[in-house]
């Protein structure tokens, strides 16, 4: 089998490192090659279900977790729960891989902490950005998958309600940069919309995420909708 040379981001940094979970070996060798072929990307862990990449992640550490969700003995939305809680502050980043575009086990998942989420027939241009992507703590979730994602939770409860204290704390410039996220604008998207510059975008994320105690933006778009700044359909 021939793989195509994919970019790689040149960084001298150390390379980021990867652990895969997933109970199929052929998918864990696929997302291995893809991988293990970038100068800033290696994988350093495999695990063929979420007890095994808990205790591996016991003495081997990783900066990014791509896990599956169904998986025996212990299956992916138990794993990242139990994963980040074991890690505490040094937890790496979970993207959970599925078959189904948005489905209760991704929902769940990213109720567990997880960062995002990745389909497992995803190019892999897109499996490489995503994990640098999420490793710097922004969504691997599609604009369109976040609106889904959202809709899938107003399901669930269909009448959030709104707790003013949970968004005292950001300004009203900033609020406006969280109900962006929830629709799922980019950086770039933000600050065309709102005329500012990409930078300040970023800064109004990072004091969002702070302000929240977010870990990333996708825990960032949970609260605003948990909140009742946000409805599915907007």
Do not use: W
Not at 43 to 51: I, T
């Amino acid at each position: 089998m021939t793989h195509p040379q994919l970019p790689s981001s040149g960084s001298a940094q150390a390379p980021l490192r990867i652990a895969l979970v997933d109970d199929q070996p052929l998918v864990r060798t696929g997302f291995s090659m893809v991988i293990d072929s970038q100068e800033d990307l290696s994988v350093v862990l495999q695990a063929s279900d979420g007890r095994e990449a808990l205790e591996a992640l016991r003495a081997t550490r990783a900066d990014v977790v791509l896990m599956d969700v169904r998986m025996p003995r212990m299956d992916g939305i138990e794993a990242t729960r139990a994963i980040l809680e074991q890690a505490g502050e040094r937890a790496p980043r979970v993207i959970v891989l599925t078959t189904f575009d948005v489905d209760d086990y991704v929902v769940a998942a990213i109720r567990a902490g997880a960062s995002g989420f990745l389909l497992k027939d995803a190019q892999p241009e897109e499996l490489l950005s995503a994990i640098r992507t999420v490793h710097r703590g922004d969504a691997v979730i599609a604009p369109s998958a976040t609106r889904r994602l959202l809709a899938q939770m107003v399901a669930r409860d269909p009448a959030p309600a709104r707790d003013d204290a949970v968004l005292s704390a950001p300004t009203e410039r900033e609020r406006e940069v969280l109900v962006l996220m929830a629709k799922g604008c980019s950086n770039q998207e933000i600050g065309a919309q709102l005329f500012v510059a990409e930078a300040t975008v970023k800064t109004h994320v990072g004091r969002v995420l702070a302000k929240l105690s977010a870990r990333d933006r996708v825990q960032a778009v949970i609260v605003a909708f948990e909140a009742g700044l946000v409805q599915p359909g907007q």
